[in-house]
């Protein structure tokens, strides 16, 4: 059995969403250095709160990338509601699975679509409930 799925290998080697948004409307970006993996997202939204585009930059492991293809997949049309109901094991489950030692990579890419959405919060003045966008996870446990 491989390690990767073929949906994993086909986000990595043609990854979905790639590149950045000038003027964006909301900007997400975790990771941690120590780990390799830093994800950035970047979104567009309109005045019905759908998210018309989404765009990320990943610096990280071929799992990093995929996550973050497969994670701008699932919300890209959808309403900001919907993205912030995106969990890490729906994108897992998306990309057919993950190695145990890898399913950092796709909590990531929930923080960060979480991190982009609270950023375009902020920058509207729109109120939120802190308890949606929880702390950044810190990354040891996938490092050491």
């Known amino acids: 059995m491989a390690l990767y ?3 994993v290998m086909d986000h990595f080697r043609n990854p979905r969403n790639v590149g950045s948004i000038e003027n964006a409307d909301g900007v997400g970006e975790v990771g941690n250095p120590v780990c ?3 994800m950035k997202i970047y979104l567009k939204i309109n005045d ?3 998210i018309e585009d989404v765009k990320f930059e990943t610096f990280g492991c071929g799992s990093a990338i995929a996550s973050s293809s497969m994670s701008t997949e699932l919300i890209k049309g959808k309403p900001i509601s919907e993205a912030l109901k995106l969990t890490n094991k729906a994108v897992t489950e998306a990309l057919d699975g993950l190695p145990p030692h890898k399913l950092h990579c796709s909590v990531l890419a929930e923080e960060a679509i979480k991190s982009a959405v609270k950023d375009y919060y902020d920058k509207n003045g729109i109120e939120y409930d802190p308890a949606d966008f929880p702390e ?3 990354c040891e446990h ?3």
Do not use: L
């Open 36 to 38: 390799g993996d830093i």
């Open 136 to 138: 950044e996870h810190d």
């Open 142 to 144: 996938c490092c050491g």
């Open 48 to 50: 019905d709160q759908i």
């Open 5 to 7: 799925s073929e949906k």
